[in-house]
């Protein structure tokens, strides 16, 4: 396995908010892989993870382990997984969803909604994190 080369955290990806992302202390949104995934190297996450792929495809190792996502298809990772080889077809779309560990907490802090939550993030990752400008 290669070296890690970077770690992801709330304040890395502070760093590489552009233009068409959003992030405040509790998350971090982005349509763009390479702002989570620089240079094609092995990253550890230090942050809760949700890869949506919307079109093409996306193959990365997860923990060592080969995966590959086509459209419709999304990845929840957890903190301290390392993430390495991504790579993505000329037409993929994602949405990146990063989140902290205090976001978890306050989402589990009122349990009444939290597996409502979860399930609509699964139903439609799409609509639950991103919303288009208008």
Known sequence: MEEIIRH???????????AQSYIDD???LTERLENVFPENRNVKLEVFLMLYCEEGE???ELNNVARHLQANDLLISLPNTIIGQVMASPNHKVKVFCF????????????????KSI???QEKP????????E
């Open 8 to 18: 992801i955290h709330m304040e890395m990806l502070q760093a590489h908010c552009d």
């Open 26 to 28: 509790y998350m971090f």
């Open 58 to 60: 996306v193959k990365l």
């Open 100 to 115: 902290s560990n205090r976001f978890i907490q306050r989402l589990t802090q009122t349990q009444k909604y939290s597996w």
């Open 119 to 121: 399930c609509y993030i």
């Open 126 to 133: 799409h609509q639950a994190f991103w919303r288009k400008p």
